[in-house]
């Protein structure tokens, strides 16, 4: 079974600081691996994916994330956060053994303090 | 290229009716997901659709039901509703089921009183 683990259901920052969002997984086959953003009201949109090709994947709005599979993790970093950054951050991994679903975490909400 | 819509965007409901949502994913993709979010529980897999065909099912009572049509068009039905179906409820599209990248909708806002 596949299953992702947030660390921090709140994270706050300062505006201009290091962004870092925890994402661990768990996967018995090798995972795709996403991070998607929610706007309050709206739906998810996907900052970038990671699908076994490059390690450090860039995604939109100046957020990277780097896949490590020793230490089975997928962090999501910003070198400079901006107000416009405050949102909730999802991670998600698929390509489950057999039959193919998305599995989300739990999300984590980025406060960004002026 | 339109994005995947949903409709209506916000609904609300007494226990006991039923409601239907629908959603049309983006031109060309042919596999519609749909997921219920929640503060608590947070997102939750409610069903996968491909080719007019149920793929992948999540752990939610036989009450909760959807359906594609030919034109990759979803319906999702919720029939006898309670005061924990309150929820938004999303919709994703994929070109193709499986481990493609989903796009999601704005989503439907239900309320339930």
């Known amino acids: 079974a596949q299953s992702v683990t947030q660390l921090g259901s709140h994270v706050s920052v300062s505006e201009g600081a290091l962004v870092l969002l925890r994402c661990n997984y768990s996967s018995s086959v090798p995972p795709y691996l996403f991070w998607y953003v929610q706007y309050p009201n709206q739906g998810l949109q996907l900052l970038l994916k990671y699908t076994s090709a490059a390690t450090l994947v860039k995604g939109i709005n100046g957020f990277e994330a780097e896949f490590k599979k020793s230490e089975t993790s997928f962090h999501l970093t910003k070198p400079s956060a901006h107000m416009s950054d405050a949102a909730e951050y999802f991670c998600?991994?698929?390509?489950?053994?057999?039959?193919?679903?998305?599995?989300f975490g739990t999300g984590t909400r980025l406060k960004v303090l002026a | 290229k339109a994005g995947v819509t949903q409709t209506p965007r916000y609904l609300i409901k007494t226990r006991g009716q039923q409601v239907t949502l629908s959603c049309s994913p983006i031109?060309?993709?042919?596999?519609v997901s749909w997921y219920q979010q929640t503060p608590g529980q947070g997102l939750q897999f409610l069903f996968e659709?491909?080719?007019?065909?149920?793929?992948n099912k999540g752990n939610f009572p036989g009450r909760f039901s959807g359906r594609q049509f030919s034109n990759s068009r979803s319906e999702m039905n919720v029939s006898t509703l309670e005061l924990g179906d309150s929820a938004l409820y999303l919709c994703a599209s994929s070109s193709r089921e499986g481990t493609d990248t989903q796009y999601f909708g704005p989503g439907t806002r239900l309320t339930v009183l």
């Open positions: 659709y491909f080719s007019e065909t149920q793929r």
């Open positions: 998600a991994v698929t390509r489950t053994s057999g039959t193919y679903k998305y599995i």
């Open positions: 031109s060309g993709h042919r596999s």
